[in-house]
């Protein structure tokens, strides 16, 4: 047996494995129950949100970055940046949402969050 049959054949195997195990409840996906859509402005004074959820995806559709952050106002150590015509997906639970242009820019932002 060559080392790409063997590889065929555990994935195989691992994917009867893994679909027996969620059938039997041992194993499951994250499921989310609700979601919201949210279309914004951001300019460079920053914008925060009230938006409870476990996903959170954050597309720049403006001309300028989108500086990002969870549960924590934006600073320079603490961010991640959105470049336009790009989007993000912050897989993590968080209950506000902090948005921000850089200084002397505005922008558009829309969010999807996914809420247990």
Do not use: C, Q
Not at 34 to 41: K, M, T
Not at 65 to 84: C, G, I, K, M, Q
């Amino acid at each position: 047996m060559s080392g790409v049959e063997l590889l065929n054949y555990l994935k195989k195997s691992l994917g009867i494995i893994i679909k027996r195990m969620e059938e039997s409840g041992v194993v499951s996906l994250p499921s989310f129950t609700d979601h919201s859509f949210v279309e914004l402005e951001v300019d460079d004074a920053g914008v925060s949100l009230s938006l409870p959820g476990m996903v959170f995806k954050v597309r720049n559709v403006g001309d300028a970055p989108v500086l990002v952050n969870l549960d924590r106002p934006v600073t320079d150590a603490e961010r991640l940046r959105v470049w336009p015509g790009t989007y993000r997906v912050l897989p993590r639970t968080s209950g506000t949402i902090y948005l921000r242009a850089p200084a002397g820019y505005r922008t558009k932002v829309e969010l999807e969050v996914l809420k247990a």
